[in-house]
């Protein structure tokens, strides 16, 4: 009996412990800092968004209906690899952080545009974690109806082959995988993007 009582408090103290520890990582994450390094191997649809951009190729007249009709019905897929730097302010021990669910947002001069839940196990860690993501895209909405005020202004700028890296934000809201289950963030955290960045 003394055996299985000790054992219990074993027990117990070791989930204390991981809980405590999980806490911290936790909290360490939520107040890190995210910087966007680069994007890569974009497709939209199965369209190489990349290799068009290195071709200088446009998009054909069915590809474009055929995506424009995918906005319209909310059927959007993209899909990338992300180079994602997370910076600790304690950097004492070694964390990580498991994501079991992503949602994001895309504002382009301060106006929501896209939006989108990345349904995959992600984890992170400290430093460069390169993510290779699926995401359905939908337009932003607002007020219970569809703000295409974002989308038009993004559209406005790609048409005019103007840099957007100075025009677009992205926000991420992950679901952190706990012992007691799932803990959504209460916030959307903004990440940074570095001056090099990459043209989307």
């Not at 569809?146 to 926000?171: C, E, F, M, P």
Request: charged content about 20%; aromatic content about 4%.
């Amino acid at each position: 009996m003394k055996d299985i009582i000790a054992y219990g408090l074993l027990l117990l103290l070791v989930l204390a412990t991981f809980s405590c520890k999980q806490a911290q990582d936790i909290k360490a994450f939520t107040e890190a800092k995210y910087s966007l390094q680069g994007v890569s191997d974009v497709k939209v649809n199965d369209i190489d968004v990349e290799e068009r951009l290195q071709a200088q190729q446009g998009l054909s007249f069915g590809e474009r209906d055929s995506l424009l009709a995918a906005v319209t019905s909310n059927s959007l897929q993209v899909s990338s690899t992300l180079a994602l730097h997370v910076e600790l302010q304690d950097s004492v021990e070694d964390r990580s952080l498991t994501v079991t669910k992503l949602e994001w947002l895309l504002l382009v001069d301060e106006e929501e545009a896209l939006t989108g839940t990345i349904n995959e196990t992600i984890v992170l860690q400290e430093g460069l974690n390169t993510i290779p993501i699926k995401t359905p895209v939908g337009i932003a909405v607002s007020e219970n109806q569809q703000n295409y005020a974002g989308l038009n202004r993004l559209i406005s700028l790609v048409s005019k082959k103007s840099d957007i890296r100075q025009h677009i934000t992205l926000k991420i809201k992950p679901t952190i995988q706990t012992p007691v289950g799932a803990i959504e963030s209460p916030r959307f955290i903004t990440v940074s993007k570095p001056a090099a960045l990459a043209s989307l």
